[in-house]
């Protein structure tokens, strides 16, 4: 299976600033099957970013990815207050689906 | 408006088994796949397998083979999974999650349910 690694592990910034959290796959994804998803305490993951690059519906476009093979990216332009959570890649491209562990973005 | 709506929090002993349920509404339930995904507490999202509404076949990842039976029934709009010969370690939260495209396999799951959490415990 597909080992995703997310790094860094916590990432401390001030709203305003520019976030960029990076996903290494153990092997290439196929098809740019990657996707990014945001997840508040208590609640369940919420799409951001599919197929690498593409926005979900209702995502704003503070929020961007991008990458192919097996390096990819999601960058948020200015931080909002909202935007302190914790953040998921997931390559999709290969059963099974795979998760990174996760990067905690918080306020510094 | 589409939503998942999942069933209540569980308390199970070690060796039981446990069945939560997902209904689905605001969308045609047989045209997207199903998703079912953990998280332990504190922990990340784990992939357990994925149903198809449509014609009920399963696929599941290998770590749950044999412990996971995932179904459906198209007359209410619910999936179910369940999970057989508990242990401590399956003790997390649990989530429904609808694949964005139709009819596809590999794909993003845009919509989540609200997350059942199970707990195993003697």
């Known amino acids: 299976e597909i080992v995703l690694t997310q790094s860094p592990g916590t990432l401390s910034l001030s709203p305003g600033e520019r976030a960029t959290l990076s996903c290494r796959a153990s092997?290439?994804?196929?098809?740019?099957?990657l996707a990014w998803y945001q997840q508040k305490p208590g609640q369940a993951p919420r799409l951001l970013i599919y197929?690498?690059?593409s926005r979900a519906t209702g995502i704003p476009d503070r929020f961007s990815g991008s990458g192919s093979g097996t390096d990819f990216t999601l960058t948020i332009s200015r931080l909002e207050p909202e935007d302190f959570a914790v953040y998921y890649c997931?390559?999709?491209?290969?059963?099974?689906?795979?998760f990174g562990q996760g990067t905690k973005l918080e306020i510094k | 408006q589409v939503q998942l709506v999942q069933s209540g929090a569980e308390v199970k002993k070690p060796g039981a088994s446990v069945k939560v349920s997902c209904k689905a509404s605001?969308?045609?339930?047989?045209?997207?796949?199903m998703h079912w995904v953990r998280q332990a507490p504190g922990q990340g999202l784990e992939w357990m397998g994925i149903?198809?509404?449509?014609?009920?076949?399963?696929s599941y990842a290998q770590k749950f083979q044999g412990r996971v039976t995932m179904t459906r029934d198209t007359s209410t709009s619910t999936v179910y999974m369940e999970l057989s010969s508990l242990r401590s370690e399956d003790t997390a939260v649990y989530y429904c999650?609808?694949?964005?495209?139709?009819?596809?396999?590999?794909?993003?799951?845009?919509?989540w349910g609200q997350g059942t959490m199970v707990t195993v415990s003697s």
């Open positions: 999650a609808r694949g964005s495209i139709v009819g596809a396999t590999l794909d993003a799951f845009d919509i």
């Open positions: 605001g969308y045609t339930f047989t045209s997207y796949y």
């Open positions: 149903i198809n509404p449509s014609g009920g076949s399963t």
């Open positions: 092997q290439s994804v196929s098809s740019s099957y």
């Open positions: 197929g690498a690059s």
């Open positions: 997931q390559q999709y491209g290969s059963s099974p689906s795979t």
